[in-house]
């Protein structure tokens, strides 16, 4: 699961977006603590060309309330065990992939459903990286597109936080194969959990578990 993501480097994410030929990042204000609804910023294949598109964080599911009525939900993450045999997930699998440059996320570590600490997990050895995501455009034209966050089961370092992990894109190749590659075993294979090597885990304090919250406090690192 990924419910929480870190977009606070600008230059970090410049470097990851120059690696596909990109030359524009606009200076963002550094945002700590990403919650689902909000914006992220996109990579989305268009015109021949890898192309910065924001994105509103989740995609809208109308679905019956408990009493009865009919409610909009926002699902923020979609599972790579069915994406190609959900309904909401399978068109967009096949032909609505968008990269999402992150500097990193947090998850939350539970045991027996009660919180025992929260973990900022960032890429080791780089300043950003790129999580596989799905889209699905606005009918509306004044309103974003919104975006999905794809996982996958988590690797042997993540399973010690978490079950579940976003699928990581970390070469030039595989996050370009992401935007364009159409066929299914391809994609199969980018949706993969990461090495066991390659993600940094950071203990950090309670202050990120409320979303609200902003700033630099959110990545102070705590005593594990």
């Not at 230059?11 to 204000?29: F, N």
Request: glycine letters at 6%.
């Amino acid at each position: 699961m990924c419910g929480r993501i870190n977009v606070s480097d600008n230059e970090g994410v410049r470097v990851l977006l120059e690696s596909l030929g990109m030359d524009t990042w606009p200076q963002r204000d550094p945002r700590f603590n990403i919650a689902p609804t909000q914006t992220l910023d996109t990579v989305l294949w268009q015109d021949d060309s890898p192309t910065l598109v924001p994105m509103s964080w989740g995609v809208s599911l109308t679905m019956p309330g408990k009493s009865g009525k009919m409610i909009t939900k926002r699902i923020q993450n979609s599972r790579s065990d069915k994406v190609w045999t959900s309904r909401m997930w399978k068109r967009l699998i096949a032909e609505q992939r968008v990269l999402v440059p992150v500097n990193g996320f947090y998850e939350w570590r539970r045991e027996k459903g009660k919180l025992q600490a929260a973990y900022y997990i960032t890429p080791a050895g780089k300043p950003a990286m790129f999580f596989a995501g799905l889209y699905r455009s606005s009918r509306d034209e004044t309103e974003k597109p919104e975006v999905s966050v794809v996982t996958t089961e988590a690797n042997l370092a993540m399973s010690k936080v978490h079950d579940r992990m976003p699928v990581i894109l970390n070469s030039q190749n595989a996050a370009m194969a992401w935007l364009q590659e159409d066929d299914k075993h391809s994609l199969d294979e980018l949706m993969q959990p990461a090495a066991n090597n390659a993600l940094k885990f950071t203990k950090v304090g309670s202050y990120v578990n409320k979303s609200t919250n902003e700033g630099p406090e959110c990545i102070e690192p705590i005593a594990a």
